[in-house]
Every structure is written in structure tokens, then in C-alpha cells.
């Protein structure tokens, strides 16, 4: 089911000056503790990386990484899941943040996790 968007003003004090800022995502963000390899596929060689994910939606995950990613780099995810095989899914770095000297990075998948596919995963 598509999250709905929210809108946030805030205001100044006698100017009016305001600032807007609107939530348009398709997909609830699910707070989840989950394994993962990301597989970087760029101009270097490809590079793997065992990561805890934190968050995933049926449109992408987000998850902290000690290492610097460039936007827009493909990647591969295999979510580490106990009681399942491995789901493999394709990607692209959507977002990083700096947090000190780690970074929250978001993964955008090429193709959306269809809704009883992603219950049957994170039920």
C-alpha cells in the first residue's frame, strides 16, 4: 500500500518566511534487523560488503556502512534471511549520509518487491 505523503511547514517569526517540505514515497519504510552482502558493480573491481540492513521498503533498503559509496553505483543485494533462500536483488545507491565516520546508505532496487512476495519475506 502506498505511504501516504505528509506535509510539513515551518515557519519564521515575523517575515513569514516558510520552508516546505513534502513526503512523496510509494512505500512504507519498515524498521528491520536483517543480514545482507551488497555487491558494489562499478568502474573498479566489484566489491562485497557484509552489512546489518535497517530499514526496506517493497522499493528499497537502507543500511550503515563504514566505507564511502558513490551515487548512482550499481549494486546487488542478497538479503540474508535464516529460514528462506536468498533473496537477490538488483539496485543503485539512491542516498548517503554522512553520521560521523560511518554512513547511512539507501539502496533504490531497479524493480519494485511485488506485495506478497515482500509479507512472504518480512511477514
Do not use: W
Not at 573498479?44 to 522499493?59: A, E
Not at 556502512?65 to 543485494?77: M, Q, R, W
Not at 537477490?88 to 539502496?107: D, T
Amino acid at each position: 500500500m502506498p505511504e501516504k505523503k505528509f506535509r510539513l511547514e515551518i515557519s519564521g517569526p515575523s517575515q513569514g518566511v516558510s520552508a516546505v517540505y513534502e513526503n512523496y514515497r510509494r512505500y512504507h519504510r519498515y524498521s528491520v534487523s536483517a543480514k545482507a552482502l551488497i555487491t558494489r558493480h562499478d568502474a573498479n573491481s566489484p566489491k562485497r560488503l557484509s552489512t546489518q540492513v535497517t530499514t526496506i521498503s517493497q522499493g528499497g533498503l537502507g543500511f550503515y556502512a563504514d566505507i564511502l559509496f558513490e551515487k548512482a553505483t550499481p549494486v546487488s543485494v542478497e538479503l540474508l534471511i535464516s529460514d528462506r533462500d536468498m533473496e537477490i536483488l538488483e539496485g543503485r545507491i539512491a542516498s548517503i549520509c554522512s553520521e560521523g565516520n560511518n554512513y547511512f546508505v539507501g539502496i533504490a532496487f531497479n524493480r519494485d518487491i511485488p506485495y506478497e512476495q515482500f509479507v512472504e519475506i518480512f511477514g
